[in-house]
């Protein structure tokens, strides 16, 4: 496609729901990147995947995340039990290469937990 | 990664250059300086980066100071649409590393009419 597609565009989950949200990277992306941005903060990284391997989840905030890439191309990023804190825009981003290059970046799925 | 510091807020008339500024004082020789821009419910937009060198594109220009401590984001004409939150970032880049952004608080550009 002609961008980084996400998925739902808005998500509202009750508390102790799980949720699921994709992202479709440009075609041919090796690198894919999910951020979590809160209101009125810079996004911050959760998790990288080059190709289907998951490189670094160092930045997911707990046991109840969980991203996957299972064929290199579109990726989910899953919340379990979610709780208030875990109301942002998560953000996904892919680059055709590995090294250091601009990114882009979908428009996001803002998630609510009310 | 390297800290940055970028003002919180600056302003600009439409039509005139703005000038964002950023320090980096603690950059190593091998980070590279990134410039993102995030429009209101958008996500953040790639917009240029250097290593040493002066780098222009259809966008922007990025001046980075001999030192390195610091650069500069300059677009030539502001319009309503640069209207954004804009991001430097620093970051070690080339070879294997995929570079995860360390996003800080960035500035927001006003531009007015």
């Known amino acids: 496609g002609a961008g980084v597609s996400q998925s739902p565009r808005y998500k509202v989950a009750k508390r102790g729901q799980d949720v699921a949200l994709r992202c479709d990277p440009i075609s041919g992306h090796v690198s894919l990147f999910w951020y979590q941005q809160a209101l009125g903060q810079g996004p911050e990284f959760l998790t990288y995947?080059?190709?289907?391997?998951?490189?670094?989840k160092s930045g997911l905030p707990s046991d109840r995340f969980f991203a996957e890439r299972p064929e290199g191309s579109v990726s989910t990023l899953k919340i379990q039990r979610t709780q208030q804190e875990d109301s942002a825009v998560y953000l996904c981003a892919s680059s055709r290469t590995t090294g250091a290059y601009g990114y882009t970046f979908g428009s996001g799925t803002r998630l609510t937990v009310v | 990664d390297a800290k940055t510091t970028q003002p919180t807020s600056m302003d600009c008339a439409e039509g005139r250059a703005a000038n964002l500024p950023c320090n980096h004082s603690?950059?190593?020789?091998?980070?590279?300086v990134y410039w993102y821009r995030q429009i209101h419910s958008q996500g953040p937009q790639y917009i240029i980066h250097g290593l040493k060198n002066n780098e222009t594109n259809e966008m922007a220009s990025l001046i980075i100071t001999e030192d390195r401590k610091s650069s500069t984001l300059i677009l030539p004409h502001a319009t309503l649409r640069d209207t954004a939150v804009y991001y430097c970032i620093v970051r070690v880049g080339g070879g294997t590393s995929y570079g995860k952004l360390t996003f800080g608080q960035g500035t927001i550009l006003t531009v007015h009419p």
């Open positions: 995947f080059q190709n289907e391997a998951q490189l670094d």
């Open positions: 603690t950059i190593s020789g091998n980070e590279y």
